[in-house]
């Protein structure tokens, strides 16, 4: 299994200054921001030690992580609209 990193600005590097600014600015995006670099780590640090976890248990950390990523993308798209 390969190990990426999925942190934000990796993932939307052309976006970098719009994540800096809404971290600042938008009380829900950061809370969303927080919560996502706290499962990507969580989950970083399951794949690199190969702790054993339910697949269950994997997979759920893994798609509630793709769903932060949508919204957080989401929003990076609006605020770059407005």
């Known amino acids: 299994m390969?190990?990426?990193?999925?942190e934000l600005h990796?993932?939307?590097p052309q976006h970098s200054y719009l994540i800096?600014?809404?971290?600042?600015?938008?009380?829900?995006f950061?809370?969303?921001l927080k919560e996502?670099?706290?499962?990507?780590?969580?989950?970083y640090a399951?794949?690199?030690r190969d702790v054993p976890v339910s697949d269950e248990s994997f997979?759920?950390?893994k798609s509630e992580r793709a769903?932060?990523?949508?919204?957080?993308?989401?929003?990076?798209?609006?605020?770059a609209d407005d």
């Open 2 to 6: 390969g190990i990426s990193n999925h």
């Open 10 to 12: 990796h993932e939307f």
């Open 20 to 28: 800096d600014r809404l971290s600042e600015q938008d009380a829900h």
């Open 30 to 32: 950061k809370q969303q």
């Open 36 to 43: 996502y670099a706290k499962l990507d780590k969580e989950i």
């Open 46 to 48: 399951l794949e690199r």
């Open 59 to 61: 997979t759920r950390m």
């Open 67 to 79: 769903h932060l990523k949508d919204q957080l993308y989401n929003a990076l798209l609006k605020a």
